[in-house]
């Protein structure tokens, strides 16, 4: 099965201190805290497809398990980074001071970024 799917955002934990801790502006943290994210996976063997939608705001990050790729972060920068893939079901990377881990299991997906010791978690369902 793999990730390949359509996901929903159910919930969301941290979210504002995660995204001031970024440097996201005040005015786009509120703007984003309410709004439901949609995930669209494509996996086909180790090429991946991630296109995350959160209102008018689109981010498409398109990677290669243990290649270096450029990838969006969530304050718009650009960082070239590593994807890895732990097993079947668990992808980490590090984005400059950023560490996101997704993980699938079943319909559900979640993915933790840790910066420093604030953490974000979002659980997304399968649609």
């Given at each position: 099965?793999?990730?390949?799917?359509?996901?929903e955002?159910?919930?969301?934990?941290?979210?504002?201190?995660?995204?001031?801790?970024?440097?996201?502006?005040?005015?786009?943290?509120?703007?984003?805290?309410?709004?439901?994210?949609?995930?669209?996976?494509?996996?086909?063997?180790k090429?991946?497809?991630?296109?995350?939608?959160?209102?008018?705001?689109?981010?498409?990050?398109?990677?290669?398990?243990?290649?270096?790729?450029?990838?969006?972060?969530?304050?718009?920068?650009?960082?070239?980074?590593?994807?890895?893939?732990?097993?079947?079901?668990?992808?980490?990377?590090?984005l400059?001071?950023?560490k996101?881990?997704?993980?699938?299991?079943?319909?559900?997906?979640?993915?933790v970024m840790?910066?420093?010791?604030?953490?974000?978690?979002?659980?997304?369902?399968?649609?």
């Open positions: 099965m793999g990730f390949t799917g359509k996901y955002l159910q919930s969301h934990e941290n979210f504002e201190r995660f995204m001031k801790a970024v440097g996201l502006p005040d005015e786009l943290i509120e703007k984003g805290k309410d709004i439901k994210s949609i995930s669209e996976i494509v996996q086909n063997g090429k991946f497809k991630v296109t995350v939608t959160t209102g008018s705001k689109v981010i498409t990050n398109e990677f290669t398990i243990g290649e270096e790729a450029e990838l969006d972060t969530p304050t718009g920068e650009k960082i070239k980074a590593v994807v890895q893939m732990e097993g079947d079901n668990k992808l980490t990377v590090n400059k001071n950023i996101s881990v997704t993980e699938i299991n079943g319909d559900i997906i979640t993915n840790s910066l420093g010791d604030i953490h974000y978690k979002r659980i997304s369902k399968r649609i």
